[in-house]
């Protein structure tokens, strides 16, 4: 028997369900545009994930090219600065942003020296201690 391309289009929105890319609430079964726009609108959520992914590769390969090991960091900036790196870089994973007291922030301006570390620090906002 041959595979149509019905069985395609209900192969591949059988397959972004199943990995909860789609629901199946977001189309008709005999909408095509409708199940289009799922699918299209889901590789765009995709693209952007795999995006931040590479970004934030990027950034953990910067990061041990300059300090070599992670212990390293612990050893010169202080363990708090460690685990800042492990929040920058889920955050650049996320989209979003980490905040730092002033004193966190001086301990992790390393980040800065990275060569793309213009970019790292926009992630870090740091917080204002006369805030209420």
């Known amino acids: 028997m041959a595979y149509s391309c019905t069985d395609f289009v209900d192969d591949v929105l059988n397959d972004m369900v199943i990995r909860s ?4 609430e977001q ?4 909408d095509p545009q409708g199940q289009c726009d799922a699918v299209v609108a ?5 693209d952007v994930s795999l995006n931040l992914a590479a970004d934030a590769k990027q950034f953990h390969t910067e990061l041990l090219d300059a300090v070599e090991t ?3 960091i612990a050893e010169q900036h ?13 955050a650049i ?16 301006a390393f980040v800065r020296n990275l060569p793309s570390g213009g ?3 926009t992630r ?3 917080a204002d201690p006369n805030a209420r």
């Open 93 to 108: 994973l996320k989209g979003s942003i980490i905040e730092l007291t002033r004193e966190e922030a001086e301990a992790f």
């Open 27 to 30: 189309y008709e079964p005999d």
């Open 124 to 126: 870090v906002k740091v």
């Open 78 to 90: 202080g363990t708090v600065a460690l685990a800042n790196v492990v929040y920058l870089q889920a």
């Open 70 to 72: 992670l212990t390293g």
């Open 21 to 24: 890319w789609i629901k199946p």
């Open 42 to 46: 889901a590789i765009g959520n995709a």
């Open 119 to 121: 970019r790292w620090w």
